[in-house]
Structure formats: C-alpha cells, structure tokens
C-alpha cells in the first residue's frame, strides 16, 4: 500500500487481496497460516503495523480464515508457567512510536488525509525507478529473492 506509484491512488484492500489469492506463494502462505490455525490448534494474532493500515478483522478473516484474531493496537498476553507465576507479554507495532509513521498523530480531517507523513515519502522515495510491481521491486534486489507484500504485515503465531 506504501509501495503505490506517487502519482496514482492507491489500490483498496480488496484489489489487493484479489492479487494475493491469485499469487502462488500468498496463496501458500495463506494455506500454511489456515492450517496452523484452524487444524493444528495453533493461535494466530495479526497485528497491524504501518504499512498495512488498512486491513481490518474481515479482510484478515477472508485470506487467512476466521481462527486467526484481528489485533487492533497492541496486544498483552498472559503466560502462565509451571509455578503459577503469571507472566504478560505485550506486542505492537513499532509504528506507534514513530512520529513520522504512527497513525496516532493524525486525523482524518487534516490535509494529509489521516495518513502519516512518512506514507508520503515513502511513495516518492518508491515511485522512482520502480518496477512495474512490488514483487519485481524486491525480487531484482540483493536484499531479497522473493517478496510477499503479506510478510511485511507484522504477525505472529503464539504456540
């Protein structure tokens, strides 16, 4: 979503999810994150960061399944251990503390649109010499073989 050329409006959520299930590998990803979840009786969190601002509880539930649990802002999990000593583990975003990222800062009335000012740059910073597609932007890096635009949307699974 932060990878849109400058210059066009960006896609919604739901053209997005449509080229993801048309993806070999998001498809996989889905499947495995389905599985974990709804047969092997794992917890799976989606926490929402930055870059994936606008997934929301029904777009979560249609790629990965209705077992996998929408978090919107930080979550606090309880671990107990053996010597009923209870532990909290919190998990965010780190975002949240970023003044140029964090949505927290804006409001949907301002000039911006509600979006952070680091969006904006990232668009500019991207739209130049960019491939035709997120997946070639990544993919033709020495940084990486392969992107998934789903990886970069923080999650976790608590077993």
Request: charged share 25%; glycine share 6%.
């Amino acid at each position: 979503m932060w990878l849109d050329r400058a210059y066009i409006a960006p896609r919604r959520i739901s053209a997005r999810i449509k080229e993801w299930e048309s993806n070999d590998t998001c498809r996989l990803l889905f499947q495995v994150i389905r599985k974990m979840s709804d047969e092997d009786g794992v917890q799976v969190f989606y926490l929402r960061g930055n870059h994936d601002h606008e997934m929301d509880a029904e777009s979560v539930k249609t790629v990965m399944g209705s077992n996998v649990e929408f978090i919107e802002g930080s979550l606090i999990y309880v671990i107990r251990s053996d010597d009923g000593q209870k532990y909290r583990i919190r998990f965010a975003h780190g975002h949240d503390w970023d003044i140029f990222n964090t949505y927290s800062l804006s409001h949907p009335d301002d000039p911006l649109g509600g979006r952070p000012i680091g969006y904006f740059v990232t668009r500019a910073v991207a739209t130049s010499d960019k491939p035709d597609s997120e997946t070639g932007a990544v993919s033709n890096s020495k940084q990486a073989k392969c992107y998934i635009t789903i990886v970069q949307q923080r999650r976790f699974a608590v077993f």
